[in-house]
């Protein structure tokens, strides 16, 4: 039991000190009340059933980096093994808390979560302040510039933030404080589990490609932000799905896990863009970042967005079932090359680029075998670092011509589309070793 009354500050999709309100309002509350500050993450015992181990390594690489950062605020990350349901109503009354902040979060996982939370705080007497931050928009405040209907095209959707004014990204590492202590108790522990702890040998995972954490994050995104003319030239359309080095900027896997502040790649782009001559969304990169407000949008306002049945803009499509052909898809033994050079990629790396989806996705839904786009989100799901709820939905429900694109009839060619970028094959042979000593034909 803890003395002094405490702060509550929830990491969830928002693993970054920089642009985070919350912690902000929580860092100034805990000032404000003489209270501690705590800054938490729940991580579920059982997580490496739910999460990809890839993904998993980057989370944890992620909470290193964050604990290590907010060590620099004069405090830490307090990891507590469970689910926020079970623990939140007992720490309420072990750390005498009287005030949390967390961000708002879409998922329907974390929707329901909250619900049931915010009846526990009430009645304990906790205030919950939540903040959008995990989007550029308030998706809320789109909907409603469009009268609470779904925006279903692109175009419509710029329209719709054309006249929302973006606020500047917030700075937290002016606001230290001296409540911002490590905390005493030292009974428990609250330390960030290693993947052996986690019953997962290291050994099995290929090497890091892309390491999790704001830090690298931060790394990343200003190293794209310094090439300006590349920048100002960018059409994803012309980038390559097979290069060998990323042709796209990976900040993915940190955008999603919160890493990177979506409103600060936003300004950088501003700043980029600004007096320079650049391209236009939906092929430039503000464009794609505007892809992702874009389903943002759609699956907050889309009930079962991930479903097909109960889905409102979904097509029903009488997909087959077809287990044997679904699995030699997942681990890239379709014996079509293109397709699973790309499908071992992603097990092994974590990411591979957008039009590469847009093969292997359509190859296994409408192009190809006819099976369902659910079925792939779930393989996705696992394997991707930068798995995101809404984003691989409405991805998928793209690819699949099930919403927002319909025209089913143009179909990737799993042969001749990776040929228009790797003549020689190398991209195939790098992942498909066993066709290394085939002609390029
Ligand atoms: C079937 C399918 C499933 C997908 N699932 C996911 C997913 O779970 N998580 C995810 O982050 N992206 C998903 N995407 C979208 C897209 O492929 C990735 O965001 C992109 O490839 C990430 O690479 P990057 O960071 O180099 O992108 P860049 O081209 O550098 O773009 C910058 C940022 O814009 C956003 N963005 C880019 N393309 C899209 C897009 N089409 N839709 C929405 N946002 C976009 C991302 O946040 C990205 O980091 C999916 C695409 C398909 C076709």
Redesign the pocket.
Known sequence: MSKTPTVIHWFRLDLRIHDNLALRNAINEAENRKHLLRPIYFLDPNIKDKVGINRLRFLLQSLEDLDNNLKKLNTCLYVLRGKAVDLLPKLFDDWQVKYLTCQVDIDPEFVQQDEYIEDIAEKKGVFINKRVQHTVYDVHKVLRENNGAVPLTYQKFLSLVKSINVKEPIEISNVLSSHCKPIDIQSENYSIPNLKELQIDEETLAPVKYHGGETEALKRLNL?MSKKEWVCK?E?PN?SPNSIE?S?????????HGCLS?KL?YYKLKEVENGRQHTLPPVS?MG??M??E??YTAGTGVANFDKMVGNAICIQIPWTKNDAFLKAWAEGKTGYPFVDAIMRQLKQEG????LA??M??CFLTRGDLWISWEE??KI??DY?L????S??A???M??SASAFFYKYFRVYSPVAFGQKTDKEGVYIKKYVPELKKYPRE
């Open positions: 794209y960018f994803k980038s990323p796209t900027t990976v900040l993915s896997p940190y955008i999603s979506a790649f990169l794609q970042l892809w992702r874009f389903y990411w591979i680029h957008h989806r847009h292997v996705a792939g989100a996705f799901e991707l930068d798995y995101d709820w984003l691989n409405g991805n998928w793209w690819l």
